[in-house]
């Protein structure tokens, strides 16, 4: 499976584009639409969206990869979008370790969608940007089309 239209839509509008390096909500080099920078990796001129572009299509191929390898259990369209959002924006370790994955393979599908909504902190903060961006998931995963 791919990340479809709907999901990419909403996977860019919550990482926003930046073409220029900054630090994310915990505090690492990022750049374009989240990607998070290697040690190898320097732009000190920027990036354009088109170099973005390029660069995120690599880095969602690795979060597919990881819900194709961690999800034992048949998928929809919106669940595997949502869950390569979750993974792009918190990583796989995370996702591997959670409730919502031992959920989703024991083919709890309503309780992992409601476990995606719990995800809505950096640290012991809970932030507004992420509440929204875990709604807009959890509605790719029921089936809605989230609202912009």
């Known amino acids: 499976m791919e990340l479809s239209v709907a999901g990419l839509a909403i996977l860019k509008q919550s990482e926003g584009f930046r073409g220029r390096t900054y630090r994310d909500a915990e505090g690492i080099p990022t ?3 989240g990607h998070k920078l290697l040690p190898r990796e320097s732009y000190p001129s920027g990036i354009t969206e088109a170099e973005a572009t390029v660069i995120l299509s690599r880095d969602l191929a690795l979060s597919e990869g990881s819900i194709s390898r961690l999800a034992r259990v048949p998928l929809t369209q919106g669940q595997f979008d949502a869950l390569v959002d979750f993974v792009f924006n918190l990583g796989q370790g995370r996702l591997e370790s959670s409730t919502l994955l031992k ?5 709890q599908y309503d309780a992992a969608a409601a476990q995606l909504l719990q995800w809505d902190h950096a640290g012991a903060k809970e932030l507004t940007a992420l509440k929204a961006r875990r709604a807009a998931e959890y509605q790719l995963w029921t089936g809605h089309t989230p609202a912009k």
């Open 31 to 33: 750049i374009g639409y």
């Open 103 to 107: 959920d989703l393979n024991a083919k």
